[in-house]
T-cell receptor, first 113, second 114 residues
Framework: IAGITQAPTSQILAAGRRMTLRCTQD?????MYWYRQDLGLGLRLIHY???????GKGEVPDGYSVSRANTDDFPLTLASAVPSQTSVYFC????????????FGSGTRLTVV | GENVEQHPSTLSVQEGDSAVIKCTYS??????FPWYKQELGKRPQLIID?????GEKKDQRIAVTLNKTAKHFSLHITETQPEDSAVYFC?????????????FGAGTTVTVRA
């Protein structure tokens, strides 16, 4: 089934630990994004990638890194998790400038303790 | 960058009544405006979108209007049903920019009372 897959679904993580959230799409979308969703703050962009091999910073990039080695995968890494990174993380993708709508993954609920 | 403001933050309506959510944007170059619906525990899903060359668009009980001069756009849901209860997000995009990033509003939690 074509779509976008995130893993894990949820995770409890000790502060200071390193964690990679996985995101894979099979729609051959050029652009991919990572958002965090916090109550009252909506969806805030962490990092994005317009095409394989390129990445960019969103509005809340500190403490996070991404890579885009190929079209399908866009992992998000927390190098040393802190409690303020407790959130629901959504990966999304879009095809190109002629198709602007996002397809979202099902989300990863991360709790940093 | 683009700043999208969304009001109200919460909205409670009686089943069968209409619901209206309003958004304003700051960048006059923005020209694509989608709306997403997020049910509890689910992912956001695109429900309708509008481009700046159109003033209104309808899809069954959902409609979106755009006022480019005032830089605001609205979502209208008529004959609301319990399954319309969700969080709704508006967003804006400059399609002629060098990237495809959407700027989202903070969301509106809609509750439809039976």
């Amino acid at each position: 089934i074509a779509g976008i897959t995130q893993a894990p679904t949820s995770q409890i993580l000790a502060a200071g630990r390193r964690m990679t959230l996985r995101c894979t799409q099979d729609m051959r979308h050029n652009a991919m994004y990572w958002y965090r969703q916090d109550l009252g703050l909506g969806l805030r962009l962490i990092h994005y990638s317009n095409t394989a091999g390129t990445t960019g910073k969103g509005e809340v990039p500190d403490g996070y890194s991404v890579s885009r080695a190929n079209t399908d995968d866009f992992p998000l890494t927390l190098a040393s998790a802190v409690p303020s990174q407790t959130s629901v993380y959504f990966c999304a993708s879009s095809r190109d400038r002629t198709s602007y709508g996002y397809t979202f993954g099902s989300g990863t609920r991360l709790t940093v303790v | 960058g683009e700043n999208v403001e969304q009001h109200p933050s919460t909205l409670s309506v009686q089943e069968g009544d209409s619901a209206v959510i309003k958004c304003t944007y700051s960048d006059s170059a923005s020209n694509y405006f989608p709306w997403y619906k997020q049910e509890l525990g689910k992912r956001p899903q695109l429900i309708i979108d509008i481009r700046s060359n159109v003033g209104e668009k309808k899809d069954q009980r959902i409609a979106v209007t755009l006022n480019k001069t005032a830089k605001h756009f609205s979502l209208h849901i008529t004959e609301t049903q319990p399954e319309d209860s969700a969080v709704y997000f508006c967003a804006a995009l400059k399609t002629l920019s060098n990237d495809y990033k959407l700027s989202f509003g903070a969301g509106t939690t809609v509750t439809v009372r039976a």
